[in-house]
Nanobody, 123 residues
């Protein structure tokens, strides 16, 4: 049972990246999937969450209008398209299987975490 995030990298401010989260060993159909991020010296922050059917989507306040989460259950994949990246978006991004969909770390029911992918926004 594994979640693997990929697609991170170095991008200039204002640039775009698409992160992917691939599940192996199990079907994503039953899980709500969230993206959380953590920057050095900062609290873990919820970025976005998509329900198992894709019918409900949530974003953190700083991500609304810039990030888009989506999923393809047939491919066992979840994606995070990020536009208008800012230096403050720099962090390790993790995809997480959740008991229910939320971007609030304090309320979250984390089931299991994937390995993260580093996103660095810098000129």
């Amino acid at each position: 049972v594994q979640l693997q995030a990929s697609g991170g990298g170095l991008v200039q401010p204002g640039g775009s990246l698409r992160l992917s989260c691939e599940a192996s060993g199990f079907s994503l159909d039953y899980y709500h999937i969230a993206w959380f991020r953590q920057a050095p010296g900062k609290e873990r922050e919820g970025v976005s969450c998509i329900s198992n059917t894709g019918g409900s989507i949530y974003y953190g306040d700083s991500e609304k209008g810039r990030f888009t989460i989506s999923r393809d259950n047939a491919k066992n994949m979840v994606y995070l398209q990020m536009h208008g990246l800012k230096p403050e978006d720099t962090a390790v991004y993790y995809c997480v299987a959740m008991g229910f969909c939320t971007v609030d770390s304090a309320l979250a029911d984390f089931r299991f975490w994937g390995q993260g992918t580093q996103v660095t926004v810098s000129s």
